[in-house]
């Protein structure tokens, strides 16, 4: 342990950093049980950890052109060592712009053209786009192949790699063409988040943030005394965190896959924030965390409008996101237009007959859904924020 001990969150007596954290899903068709395995030498390990647990394969790596040229190579050595053959790895363009029907389309060509068949294993060697892109390939080729996740930015790791949502952004709304299909592994290991540049650190940041903000106010708090040891490299720390979202993760998702109750509270900020992407034209101007952070400043924001949640809790959550370095309103330099904004709110996808779905929030640590958000209160607040 360095330094102090670190605060215990309520909800986290069963996680002991470095840990494997399964997860079991109910349901009985498919993949229905894996591992989230988090520590700091995982990379080094991922050739035996996936001979272990799903045989020696024909293994993909699907890339991005930031990750692919710091971690490819070491990858492929481990895997080759462990027994595993190699198809050649493919590198996507990083950033938003590559979770498309045109990236799409060439991940499948990719794999066709190396004779992928189904007992192949992709392998998602990257942040959430590629997560996201390399998961619904997976889901789609052959009807389905197995995928193991490798995320090396810290939204990934606590977030978008565990739990199976897959998909791309359309100019309709951020992942709307999309598939649930779960991982077979996924292998977090913190000591790649030393690549990743400050302003990719921070906006994972807000989704750690968002799991004590939604169910764990004692997680918000470490969040406050120690999340800067979290974004300054310290490794306890960051198993601890991400060890502890992905256990938060593993439950919610366990009891709930398709998102049809208690999942949804992992989009706190999300309706708010895949606007905010989708309107400026998912580019480096806002960055999905960083409108996460925006969304749920807002979520808070509007909670205290409505009465749910006093206003200095709501002022306590915009100020931590800030503190650590955050943006908690839109950016400025856009020409916003609020009607428009208010019709991507309306497409996404948790909208259920044209009413609006927000995660709203009763205090620190206790979130809620709400499925009647009066659209007049949302608009007052998008021009509120955009005077
Ligand atoms: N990112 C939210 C979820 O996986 O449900």
């Known amino acids: 342990m360095i330094g102090k001990p670190v605060p215990q969150p309520s909800q986290t007596a069963a996680f002991v950093?470095?840990?494997?954290?399964?997860?079991?899903?109910?349901?009985?068709?498919?993949?229905?049980?894996?591992?989230?395995?988090?520590?700091?030498?995982?990379?080094?390990?991922?050739?035996?950890?996936?001979?272990?647990?799903?045989?020696?394969?024909r293994c993909l790596i699907i890339t991005d052109n930031n990750v692919g040229p710091l971690y490819r190579q070491r990858l492929e050595a481990v895997l080759a060592a462990a027994g595993h053959t190699l198809i050649p790895a493919l590198e996507v363009s990083a950033g938003e712009g590559s979770k498309?029907?045109?990236?799409?389309?060439?991940?499948?060509d990719h794999m066709l053209k190396n004779g992928i068949d189904r007992q192949s294993l992709v392998i998602a060697l990257g942040g959430g786009v590629v997560g996201d892109l390399a998961g619904f390939a997976a889901s789609l080729v052959m009807r389905g192949i197995d995928v193991v996740q490798i995320p090396t930015s810290l939204l990934a790791q606590v977030d978008s790699s565990v739990g199976g949502k897959t998909g791309i952004n359309t100019v309709h709304g951020k992942n709307v063409v999309g598939t649930f299909y779960q991982p077979r592994l996924v292998l977090a290991d913190?000591?790649?988040?030393?690549?990743?540049?400050?302003?990719?650190?921070?906006?994972?940041?807000?989704?750690?943030v968002k799991y004590g903000l939604i169910k764990d106010a004692d997680f918000f708090h470490w969040c406050q005394?120690?999340?800067?040891k979290l974004l300054r490299g310290d490794r306890q720390a960051q198993i601890y965190a991400v060890g502890y979202c992905c256990?938060?993760?593993?439950?919610?998702?366990?009891?709930?896959e398709r998102e049809k109750g208690e999942r949804a509270l992992l989009n706190l900020g999300h309706t708010f924030g895949h606007a905010l992407e989708a309107i400026i034209g998912y580019n480096q101007l806002i960055l999905h965390g960083e409108a996460v952070a925006i969304g749920a400043v807002m979520a808070f924001k509007l909670s205290a409008q409505l009465g749910f949640c006093s206003h200095a809790e709501a002022y306590e959550v915009r100020d931590h996101f800030a503190t650590m370095g955050l943006p908690v309103a839109p950016p400025s330099t856009f020409d916003y237009d609020v009607d428009k904004l208010m019709d991507l709110m309306a497409q996404d996808k948790?909208?259920?007959?044209?009413?609006?779905?927000?995660?709203?929030?009763?205090?620190?640590?206790?979130?809620?859904?709400?499925?009647?958000?009066?659209?007049?209160?949302?608009?007052?607040?998008?021009?509120?924020?955009?005077?």
Do not use: C
């Not at 005394?225 to 800067?228: A, N, T, V």
């Not at 709203?360 to 998008?382: E, M, N, P, Q, Y």
């Open 17 to 57: 950093p470095g840990k494997i954290i399964p997860i079991d899903l109910m349901a009985n068709a498919g993949h229905r049980s894996y591992d989230i395995v988090v520590g700091d030498s995982i990379l080094s390990e991922a050739g035996t950890l996936i001979s272990l647990r799903l045989g020696v394969r």
């Open 100 to 108: 498309d029907f045109t990236t799409l389309q060439v991940v499948l």
């Open 190 to 208: 913190v000591t790649v988040l030393d690549s990743l540049p400050k302003r990719e650190m921070l906006a994972g940041y807000a989704e750690v």
């Open 225 to 228: 005394s120690d999340g800067d």
């Open 247 to 256: 256990s938060q993760k593993a439950k919610i998702v366990a009891a709930d």
């Open 350 to 387: 948790k909208a259920q007959n044209k009413k609006l779905t927000l995660i709203l929030a009763r205090r620190i640590g206790d979130a809620f859904v709400s499925h009647d958000v009066k659209t007049d209160a949302v608009r007052d607040l998008w021009l509120e924020l955009l005077r």
